[in-house]
C-alpha cells in the first residue's frame, strides 16, 4: 500500500505533536548503552527525516531509507537547510539492499507496525540481520496491541489555521489489524485547501511473536522496555521499544 505521497509536504505540521527531540535523545541513549556510540546507522522507515537529523548531529553517520518517494523529498530539503551529510535511499524494507554493513538499524514511530503479515517481519528482521555489524545492535519501537484496542472504533478531528484533518480508526481484533482512513485538508500559500486521502493499516504483535520472528531471523533478544524508559514493559504499554543483537550469520 502506498502512502505518505501528497500529503508527505504536510507530515510535520500535522504531526508537530511528537516531541523528536525527546525521541530521539532516548534512542542514543538506547544506542550507548549498547555500545553503539559512533559508526554507520541505518534508520528504516526514516519519513521526512526528523529522527535521521538527530542522530546525524549527534555524530553518527546516518543512512535513511523509506518507501515513500515524497517523504524522502522533505527529508531531503531539511538535509540541504541544515548541511548534514545523510544519504537517503527509496526503498521497501522488505527489500532492504545496502552496499555494506552497519553498526546499529533503528526503526521509530511504529514503523515496524507496518509490516502486517509475520512471514514479512521475520524477512525484515532477517535483512536486518544479514546487513549488521557483528554484535551489532537492531532497535525498533512498537504501537502494542493495547494500544490498538485502546483506540477502537473511534474518529479525530481537529482544525487548525493551516488546515484540518479527520482520523477515522478501527480496530480488527481477530487480526490485530488497525486500520485509520486519514482526510487532510491543507491550505497552500495561496490560501486553497487540497485534500487528501490515505488509509493506513497497522499490526498489533505480542512480545512472544516479535522474539519469535527475531530468533527466525537468526537475531538475539536483548531487552524490551516501556517506551522512553528502562523499565519492563507492561499490559498498559502504548508504545515500547525492542532490543536485538545480531549473533553471527
Known sequence: MESYTGFAEFYDLFMDNIPYEEWSSYLISLLKDYGVNDGIVLDIGCGTGNITEYLA??????????????????????????????????????????YGTVAATVSICDSMNYIIEYNDLVNVFKLVNNYLDPKGVFIFDLNTIHKYETMGDSTI??????????????????KKINQYDLTIFARDEDDRYTKFEETHLQRGY????????????????EQSFSAFTKSPISDTDERIYVIARECGK
Not at 157 to 174: H, K, L, Q, T, V
Not at 206 to 221: P, Q, R
Open 57 to 98: 548531529k549527534a555524530g553518527y553517520d546516518m543512512i535513511g531509507i523509506d518507501n515513500s518517494e515524497d517523504m524522502l523529498t522533505e527529508a531531503m530539503n531539511k538535509r540541504y537547510d541544515s548541511g548534514l551529510d545523510i544519504l537517503y535511499l527509496c526503498q521497501d524494507m522488505r527489500e532492504l539492499e545496502l
Open 157 to 174: 478531528a481537529e482544525n487548525r489555521e493551516d488546515g484540518s484533518f479527520i482520523w477515522e480508526n478501527s480496530y480488527f481484533p481477530d
Open 206 to 221: 505480542t512480545i512472544e511473536e516479535i522474539k519469535s520472528a527475531l530468533s527466525e531471523a537468526g537475531l538475539i533478544f
